[in-house]
T-cell receptor
Framework: EAQVTQNPRYLITVTGKKLTVTCSQN?????MSWYRQDPGLGLRQIYY???????DKGDVPEGYKVSRKEKRNFPLILESPSPNQTSLYFC???????????????FGAGSRLTVL | GQQLNQSPQSMFIQEGEDVSMNCTSS?????WLWYKQDPGEGPVLLIA?????ELTSNGRLTAQFGITRKDSFLNISASIPSDVGIYFC?????????????FGTGTRLTIIP
């Protein structure tokens, strides 16, 4: 089944304890992206990647890092989490965001992160 | 970063009623997408629009790409309980070096028994 898989789905951690949220897609998609969802703010892009070894900042990149060493994986790293990073995080992928008809994002099920 | 204005923010309706929501932007797009997020899940694509003035249906859902290219509308006819969720619009302007989809703030739909 074509899907985007995120782990963990739920995580409670403490301020300053490094964590990684993994994301993997099995559709051979070039484009991958991370979003955070907060009440009243919708989906805001954190980082995105057009292809392997190509990453760029989205609208709210502060406090996050990403890497794209392989096409299928795009982990989100919080080096020193803070309470304002408590949110619902989504990973998404598409075949190529620059082509009409190809910009349909497939989303993972979400990772709910709480930073105490 | 830019965000789209989506309205209403929330809706409380009775089963069987029709629903209308819209999304507006200060800049033009050449693609509009509508997604639905079920509770505890990620957003799933409902309808994609690629041409100004385009009207597209998917079952009881109908979406339109505004003529000005700065807005889009989603209508749901004869709502049923499984329509509950958050609806997001998303816009994109194809331009070299700018591949990003911009999402709206969402419309939360609740059906009153």
């Amino acid at each position: 089944e074509a899907q985007v898989t995120q782990n963990p789905r739920y995580l409670i951690t403490v301020t300053g304890k490094k964590l990684t949220v993994t994301c993997s897609q099995n559709m051979n998609h070039e484009y991958m992206s991370w979003y955070r969802q907060d009440p009243g703010l919708g989906l805001r892009q954190i980082y995105y990647s057009m292809n392997v070894e190509v990453t760029d900042k989205g609208d709210v990149p502060e406090g996050y890092k990403v890497s794209r060493k392989e096409k299928r994986n795009f982990p989100l790293i919080l080096e020193s989490p803070s309470p304002n990073q408590t949110s619902l995080y989504f990973c998404a992928s598409s075949s190529h965001l620059g082509l009409p008809g190809a910009n349909v994002l497939t989303f993972g099920a979400g990772s709910r992160l709480t930073v105490l | 970063g830019q965000q789209l204005n989506q309205s209403p923010q929330s809706m409380f309706i009775q089963e069987g009623e029709d629903v209308s929501m819209n999304c507006t932007s200060s800049s033009i797009f050449n693609t509009w997408l509508w997604y639905k997020q079920d509770p505890g899940e990620g957003p799933v694509l409902l309808i994609a629009l690629y041409k100004a003035g385009e009207l597209t249906s998917n079952g009881r859902l109908t979406a339109q790409f505004g003529i000005t290219r700065k807005d889009s509308f989603l209508n749901i006819s004869a709502s049923i309980p499984s329509d509950v969720g958050i609806y997001f619009c998303a816009g994109q302007l194809f331009r070299l070096g700018n591949e990003k989809l911009t999402f709206g703030t969402g419309t939360r739909l609740t059906i009153i028994p």
